[in-house]
């Protein structure tokens, strides 16, 4: 039996769209470390030479040139090694998606991606063009001549070909046409968002395939938060014949993740009879992974000195400052002490010589303390239970905390304006207004904060908020960032009850006790969202049929209605506060700061979901549900 033993290796990148010097040398060191291990074929994520994200720099043809200038200098890292490396290349007054193969100095050809992402999240049609199967076509670039399309390459005797991210999604993938072409091994270099739980999807489509097509694959993705919205978890795979041969550990805070295996191609391979899966995934541990890590990119990649935040001691404040406590354990634990602290950029030496010192507990403190500043903002109607749940959760975690009130700037311009109308501005009449003033007056102090230290403001709204347009525009949305503006807020509660008992974050008892309160009426009124919203499970089930599963509003409440969430009549008027208010706010879903982007779906119209900003509002279709 002929057996060939090959040395693979893939790499997760953290690359950065248009770093031209910091994605190479990130291409560099994976190429410096396939090489200590004796690779034979290293295979980089998808568009690594330009970042995935290059958006509509991609129809500017120059975009295409110097990534293929690009493209020679990793040519000349390639001596005695093969690599795997995309770029976009323009072809015809088009622009393709292409990986191309580099043996031993030498550019062997390009494949171009055939079938191209367009889910929401992914808008390739837009600058890319489809490669036609089987298709392989000669071109010319800087002189020399090149092969591009449906290529079939060998290593050693080893036929391989690549399957380019969204290709290996799809029914016709080209897999099913490189089996009948002896092709012993898929490439499969990628560009995968995060969701929750996607690797489980990610892991059955590299493992069967591997099994259904009996060849090895290797799947290399991008890492990190490349380009502000989309994580990317850095997932590397190597399986054989219905094998996982090498998996690694996702969202590291590494810029370069690799992973190797000797793989044995032989005419008569052993196929896996039965295909061991991976066990149910933590969605809570998968969450708070992927937020730490794409908040600490934002904060670098903007060169930004850490995060300032208006912390209610509310659900969704507490969450923003535990995962910003959690961006630095988790960092500290993935590169070391010394090497987070210089990758945050802008620690001075004294900073760094102090830290140093310290012990574990009290330098995770003084690093969370020089990256997180709070700031309660009280008002009348704040309550000592919110003011105490902020102060414990920010000491517990070491944040800078500043406390003051805003009464005088909000009874300041109640009474211009009440001058201005001469009338008196009351409960009964103006509660949206007397509601907003306060949130607004929060903005400009909290701004001032993050203007003094060159830091990002984060803005605190969750998905269930923004589907309804719970929040004052200019007011608690003010931010440069929306981190957790992709989860809902049933998740968030969940979570943070979660993280108090499994995270150990002890500063979370006192918010895991409150229920959900904007506290902008008088205490008396006992304002709380659900009140004046309705259940958030609710919200959530409503959301997500409308606008993931794609249900009318009157199949929603059919739905609904058979699973007895509520009485029929309670149903309607929630529906129809649902659509009602979903409709009349998308102008504020449009002004959200930008917002990483977590689950399957979004709400955000740049990261998932369009909606015109003037609709009918639903209002044929809720008169259907009223009269059902
Ligand atoms: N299509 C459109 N395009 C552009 N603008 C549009 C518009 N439709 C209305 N507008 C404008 O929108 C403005 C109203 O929006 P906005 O001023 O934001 O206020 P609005 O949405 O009316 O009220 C804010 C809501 O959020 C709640 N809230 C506020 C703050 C914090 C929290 C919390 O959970 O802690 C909750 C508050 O209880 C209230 O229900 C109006 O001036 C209107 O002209
Ligand atoms: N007293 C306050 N001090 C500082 N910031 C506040 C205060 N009240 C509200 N905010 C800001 O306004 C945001 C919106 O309030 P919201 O009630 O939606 O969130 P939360 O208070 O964090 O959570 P919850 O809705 O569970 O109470 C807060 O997250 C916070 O940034
Ligand atoms: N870059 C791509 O082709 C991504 C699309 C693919 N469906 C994914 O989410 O993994």
Known sequence: MEETRLMLAAAALNQTPMDWAGNLQNIQTAINEAKQNNTDLLLLPELAITGYGCEDMFLSPWLSEMAFNQLLQVKDMCDGITVAVGLPVFLNMRVYNTACVIRNKEIIGFTAKQFLANDGVHYEPRWFTPWPANEVQEFEMLGQKYSIGDIVYEEQGVKYAFEICEDAWRPNRPAER???????????????????????????????????????????????????????????????????????????????????????FSDNPEIAEVIEYLPPIDENKEVIAALSLALFDYMRKSRSRGFVLSLSGGADSSLCAVAVAEMVRRGVESLGREAFVEKALFFSAEDKARIAQLPQEEAQKAIVNKLLTCAYQGTVNSSDDTYTSAKELADSIGARFYNWTIDEEVKGYIGKIEHALGRKLTWEQDDITLQNIQARVRAPGIWMLANIQYALLMATSNRSEASVGYAT??????????????????????????AQQELGYTGLQYVNNLQPSAELRPSEEEQTDEKDLMPYEVLNQIERLAFHDRYSPEEVYTILLEQQVAQAEVLKAWITKFYSLWSRNQWKRERYAPAFHLDDYNVDPRSWLRFPILSGGFREELKRVQDK
């Not at 931010?479 to 992709?486: E, K, L, R």
Request: glycine residues 8%.
């Open 178 to 264: 490189h089996m009948p072409k002896g092709v012993q091994l898929i490439l499969n270099p990628s560009a995968s968002h995060f969701a929750l739980s996607k690797t489980d999807v990610r892991y059955r489509l590299v493992v069967d395939a591997s099994k259904k097509y009996q060849c090895a694959y290797m799947y290399a993705n991008l890492l990190g938060n490349e380009a502000g919205r989309m994580i990317y978890d850095g997932e590397v795979l190597i399986a054989q014949n219905g094998k996982l041969i090498r998996r690694n550990e996702l969202l590291c805070f590494k810029d370069v993740d690799m992973e190797c295996a000797e793989v044995c």
């Open 473 to 498: 525009m200019d007011g608690d949305t003010a931010g440069s960032i929306s981190p957790i503006a992709g989860i809902d807020k049933a998740f968030i509660r969940q979570f943070l009850v979660w």
